[in-house]
T-cell receptor
Framework: SQQGEEDPQALSIQEGENATMNCSYKTSINNLQWYRQNSGRGLVHLILIRSNEREKHSGRLRVTLDTSKKSSSLLITASRAADTASYFCATDARAQKLVFGQGTRLTINP | EAGVTQFPSHSVIEKGQTVTLRCDPISGHDNLYWYRRVMGKEIKFLLHFVKESKQDESGMPNNRFLAERTGGTYSTLKVQPAELEDSGVYFC??????????????FGSGTQLSVL
């Protein structure tokens, strides 16, 4: 069974709006990472948050982590057309390998 | 610095044929991973090399899949014979540190495999 599950599966918003994606996981983790995949490209690492952190920022990205609820959220502020992509959370539930969810497909409409 | 490269980018084969995918990791990266994404579902782990040794191959679907990493450089993933359910995008990723669970992965663009 998959460790990470992203919600929603698809999200469509207008350019300039904020986009929020959620990730839930099942087992204890040391850290959680978010990746982005543009169509036809590989996954690109966005941000890592450790289990003892509650919030982390990187540019227009804000990630939160609630280990009591086993969930994380990724907020993209002031969205742009270039943010259109699939977003995946990944956890280190198994030693030395990341476990991914099925992703959230984000579409930014001009 | 070159990133992770995968070849081919696309492959269309018939059921029963053999296909070999190649991955060149970032130079100096000891860790090499293969992942697969089928039909928009989750990205599933296949196996992990540390240098030329298979560290974890628990995600390999069955014995039709064979991965090698001769000399600890590039890796190949062979599917023989291919079945319809093998269709999907095969990603390769590499990383530098061994045993570091907080290390980010560098991914290739993937090979889109279609088995007809």
């Amino acid at each position: 069974s998959q460790q990470g599950e992203e919600d929603p599966q698809a999200l469509s918003i207008q350019e300039g709006e904020n986009a929020t994606m959620n990730c839930s996981y099942k087992t204890s983790i040391n850290n959680l990472q978010w990746y982005r995949q543009n169509s036809g490209r590989g996954l690109v690492h966005l941000i890592l948050i450790r289990s003892n952190e509650r919030e982390k920022h990187s540019g227009r990205l804000r990630v939160t982590l609630d280990t009591s609820k086993k969930s994380s959220s990724l907020l993209i502020t002031a969205s742009r057309a270039a943010d259109t992509a699939s977003y995946f959370c990944a956890t280190d539930a198994r030693a030395q390998k990341l476990v991914f969810g099925q992703g959230t497909r984000l579409t930014i409409n001009p | 610095e070159a990133g992770v490269t995968q070849f081919p980018s696309h492959s269309v084969i018939e059921k029963g044929q053999t296909v070999t995918l190649r991955c060149d990791p970032i130079s100096g990266h000891d860790n090499l991973y293969w992942y697969r994404r089928v039909m928009g579902k989750e990205i599933k782990f296949l196996l992990h090399f540390v240098k030329e040794s298979k560290q974890d191959e628990s995600g390999m679907p069955n014995n039709r899949f064979l991965a090698e990493r001769t000399g600890g450089t590039y890796s190949t993933l062979k599917v023989q014979p291919a079945e319809l359910e093998d269709s999907g995008v095969y990603f390769c990723a590499s990383s530098q540190l061994t045993g570091a669970s907080n290390e980010k992965l560098f991914f290739g663009s993937g090979t889109q495999l279609s088995v007809l």
